[in-house]
């Protein structure tokens, strides 16, 4: 069995973030989120890795390499536009031959790994095998439909009316039966190739697919918000450690991760929360779910439930909460001026400012 890692989009949800940096790269507890999938890979047993990769290619080929690291071989496989994920497959038809494969989305967070799905796909050999799960609001997402006995009968992507409240997670297995499929595939109204549509038509070829609703945890981490909430579960984990330096007029209270070379001086870090490597925290709060990159500083200021990714600078600021704030970022107080609000709106606006 093979895999194939989707990694080409753009981020778009993640601007500003991501015109500079791929979307997969941003970091969940000082980890890039990609790394988690490529992890969850290898731990089931899987060794060949495709890694379909757009724009952003220089920038996770400089982060993954050839694999190694994680024990997978890599090989990069270069998609021209986000097409959808079936494009995806279409592209890497030469590099999956006739094997099975694991298709997971590069910006997913699935809590538990993936090594019981890839056992059960392995005993059973469907021609396909989807994961689902509950969610609030399915229009925003693909949709399966499922008969009495809890086999897939249906799919449907971002559907206006969903049939159910099960939608598709980023991690799919397949047979070499998708490539069928997937040849004989036209664009959807977004001008994509769905892959609920390829799944769809195996249904259709009477051919079995698979599902299992998982009750752990997953996430797409392509906004913010849900950059933040995988960041907290992530950080829940963390084992408390100091392999940098502590003064002794700073409090470090429950799970807090100081990584080489950080210093941490007349501050108070809340847990749980991680120190990157060589960043400077001093007289400063950093609160609980915070995850500080490497090389930052945060001086005179108080953060919490936060992402600062790597060389950001903090001073003299007070409290920060549910932000996420870039490389090479500077945050300084703003001049002592006359206050005043100064507004660039659109038509039809809705503005509510405190004074």
């Not at 494009?87 to 094997?99: P, Q, S, T």
């Not at 698979?210 to 963390?238: A, C, F, H, P, Q």
């Not at 929360?273 to 090389?295: E, H, K, L, M, W």
Request: proline share 5%; net charge negative; hydrophobic share 40%.
């Amino acid at each position: 069995m093979k895999a194939l890692v989707l990694a080409g989009g753009s981020g778009t949800r993640l601007r500003p973030i991501t015109h500079t940096s791929a979307k997969q790269l941003v970091p969940v507890a000082n980890k890039p989120v990609l790394f988690y999938g490529l992890e969850a890979i290898a731990e089931a047993g899987i060794t060949e890795l495709g890694l379909v990769v757009g724009d952003t290619q220089a920038e996770i080929e400089a982060a993954v390499g050839d694999g190694s690291a994680f024990g997978l071989q890599v090989t990069y496989l270069r998609q021209e536009a986000p097409l959808g994920l079936a494009h995806g497959v279409l592209i890497a038809r030469d590099y999956l031959g006739d094997d099975d494969f694991v298709m997971y989305l590069g910006d997913n967070f699935v809590v538990g790994g993936i090594s019981g799905l890839v056992d059960r796909f392995k005993r059973e050999r469907p021609a396909a095998q989807i994961m689902l799960t509950k969610v609030g609001d399915p229009r925003q997402f693909g949709v399966a439909e499922l008969d009495s006995e809890g086999r897939v009968i249906g799919l449907e992507e971002k559907p206006a009316r969903p049939k159910s409240d099960l939608a598709l997670v980023g991690v799919y297995l397949f047979s070499p039966a998708v490539h069928a499929a997937v040849a004989e595939l036209k664009p959807s109204w977004r001008g994509e190739l769905e892959i609920t549509d390829a799944i769809q038509w195996l249904i259709e070829a009477g051919l079995r697919v698979e599902s299992s609703v998982i009750s752990g945890y997953w996430k797409d981490t392509g906004n913010v918000t849900d950059m933040l909430e995988v960041n907290r579960l992530v950080l829940e984990s963390v084992e408390p450690r100091i392999d940098g330096r502590v003064d002794g007029a700073s409090e470090l209270i429950g799970r807090v991760a100081v990584e080489p070379g950080a210093v941490v001086e007349r501050s108070r870090i809340v847990g749980p929360a991680v120190i990157g490597a060589d960043a400077r925290i001093q007289d400063s709060y950093v609160g609980p779910y915070t995850s500080i990159g490497a090389s930052c500083a945060v001086t005179g200021s108080e953060i919490e439930y936060s992402i600062v990714l790597p060389r950001a600078s903090i001073a003299g600021v007070g409290r920060i909460e549910s932000s996420l704030i870039g490389h090479d970022v500077e945050v300084t107080p703003a001049p002592n001026t006359p206050k005043a609000h100064r507004l660039v709106l659109g038509d039809h606006s809705k503005v509510q400012i405190s004074s």
